[in-house]
């Protein structure tokens, strides 16, 4: 009955995407971050929905009249494009090309959505539209997981779906961690109470859920969440109340078990998984000092040690230059965010705009605090936050060029 469920979900969409090209963005997102497919026992599970999304997106974007963005080459579009180009090289000369070119099949698609949201979503509302296909995909698992982390008092796990990128606690903690800001751009948006109740309420069983996962990395990204939310959030003193409340709600309801793995953190040395992944990073630095320019290629290390560290990870995938490229990438999106948020702070029609990219960055807070214990260089939220920067640019421009020419009509008048 659930594959039935999925398989409909997705002709329907498959639908709306033959007519309306962004439909297909709005699609392949929910199909990336939800993985409902992965849900199922039946015939869906390893069905190739990923695939037969973009054909037909591009088969609709190919046939569409409808007017799309000309792609902006700003800084960061410019240095994303350079990154996927340099993988690509890297995959080309990999140390284990079958099993790198099955990394880059999952990755180019990726980018090459990427592009596409670049291209269809124009618009306030498409934006929106999308971060809350994000939100209510990543958002169920959150309120799903905390639920269940109340239900059975701590005692058990919160996970991602089968074979996807947040399958492990580690990384759907983080998964999770990112969430958390897009729900609170919505509920700063959001007109109806109703909505920001729900909101709410999403954000606190959101919180449990990632304590649920028992990973002391998404528990650390949560803490950093948590102080760079209040720091870039209005209505600080409200905020911090609840989350204060909230943290002190999910802290004491957690089983001594959870507090002894948490208290861990201050004895590392101690800690079998820890200096793991301690001895992880230096045998991934090593190779990549024995390998600088390109590293090993995906998946350099079959069947070994994950490299448990996204900067890392790709020091090791794609060489130093890969890790120049990925560093400055999350740099630039998070110092243009910043002037973004300036240039509207005064200016009430785009101050949703100012709202999303306080939250982006503290997005990457949440990335880069608990990636820096996972192997996730390689999630599609990392790089939808980079188009965020750029449809927000996009449309500032367009705004501004619409004033400019009002303005000279009506001096023309």
């Not at 037909?56 to 994303?80: F, H, I, R, V």
């Not at 979503?121 to 999308?130: A, G, Q, T």
């Not at 996970?159 to 751009?185: C, H, K, Q, V, W």
Request: glycine letters at 8%.
């Amino acid at each position: 009955m659930r594959d039935i469920a999925v398989f409909l979900a997705v002709v329907v969409g498959l639908v709306f995407t033959l007519k309306r090209p962004h439909m297909g963005v709005m699609l392949w997102s929910w199909l990336g971050y939800m993985n409902p497919h992965r849900l199922c026992y039946g015939f869906m599970f390893d069905a190739h929905v990923a695939l037969v999304t973009a054909m037909a997106t591009m088969g609709s974007l190919l046939m569409s009249d409808e007017k799309k963005n000309k792609l902006q080459w700003s800084p960061e579009a410019t240095l994303l494009l350079i990154f996927t180009v340099w993988m690509f090289i890297t995959t080309l000369f990999a140390e284990y090309p079958w099993v790198a070119w099955v990394k880059w099949d999952k990755v180019w698609k990726i980018q090459l959505f990427m592009l596409l949201t670049l291209m269809l979503i124009n618009s306030k509302d498409r934006l929106n539209m999308l971060i809350w296909v994000i939100v209510l995909s990543l958002g169920f698992y959150g309120v799903k997981g905390g639920i269940f982390t109340i239900m059975t008092g701590g005692s058990h796990r919160v996970l991602g779906p089968m074979g996807s990128f947040i399958e492990f606690r580690g990384d759907i903690g983080t998964a999770l961690n990112m969430t958390i800001p897009l729900m609170r751009y919505l509920q700063l948006q959001a007109t109806n109470k109703m909505v920001r109740i729900g909101l709410t309420v999403a954000i606190i069983l959101t919180c449990f859920a990632v304590i649920g996962t028992h990973s002391r990395g998404a528990f650390l990204g949560l803490a950093a969440v948590m102080l760079f939310l209040i720091m870039k959030s209005r209505r600080k003193v409200l905020l911090l109340f609840v989350l204060a409340l909230t943290t002190y709600s999910v802290l004491s309801f957690m089983p001594a078990e959870w507090s002894e793995r948490m208290h861990t953190i201050e004895t590392y040395e101690e800690d079998g998984s820890a200096m793991g992944r301690i001895e992880a990073w230096i045998d991934t630095i090593e190779y990549a000092n024995r390998h600088p320019i390109m590293g090993g290629g995906f998946e350099r290390n079959p069947g070994g040690r994950a490299a448990h560290n996204i900067f890392i990870q790709v020091l090791g995938d794609h060489g130093y230059v890969g890790l120049v490229l990925f560093i400055g990438l999350g740099l630039m999106v998070w110092v243009s965010a910043g002037r973004i948020r300036k240039q509207v702070k005064n200016d009430p029609e785009n101050k949703w705009m100012g709202d999303l990219m306080a939250m982006t960055q503290v997005c990457l807070v949440a990335y880069g605090s608990g990636g820096f214990f996972l192997s996730l260089a390689y999630f599609d939220l990392t790089y939808h936050l980079v188009t965020f920067v750029i449809i927000c640019k996009c449309i500032l421009l367009k705004t501004q060029q619409k004033n400019i020419e009002t303005k000279n009509t009506t001096i023309t008048i």
